[in-house]
């Protein structure tokens, strides 16, 4: 299904949560979707930055290996 350039997502929250948010959100001066949006933006990023985090940490304990298996022989 292709989306359109903006799109509507629509989910449940329990109604503190959403009174708290919005509460936050204007007395910050912002707009809600501004808000969301940096959000799952970040959240994209933060999952894209941990999988390099896990290739990195792969490719280190392969390189131990290797370095220990050469020095213990």
Request: glycine fraction near 2%; avoid cysteine; proline fraction near 1%.
């Given at each position: 299904?292709?989306?359109?350039?903006?799109?509507?997502?629509?989910?449940?929250?329990?109604?503190?949560?959403?009174t708290?948010?919005?509460?936050?959100?204007?007395?910050?001066?912002?707009?809600?979707?501004?808000?969301?949006?940096?959000?799952?933006?970040?959240?994209?990023?933060?999952?894209?930055?941990?999988?390099?985090?896990?290739?990195?940490?792969?490719?280190?304990?392969?390189?131990?290996?290797?370095f220990m298996?050469?020095?213990?022989?």
């Open positions: 299904m292709a989306m359109k350039a903006d799109d509507r997502l629509t989910f449940r929250l329990p109604m503190i949560k959403k708290e948010f919005l509460t936050k959100v204007e007395r910050e001066g912002k707009k809600t979707s501004e808000v969301l949006n940096e959000l799952i933006e970040s959240y994209l990023q933060q999952s894209e930055q941990s999988s390099d985090i896990d290739e990195i940490k792969q490719r280190l304990a392969r390189l131990e290996e290797k298996g050469e020095s213990a022989a």
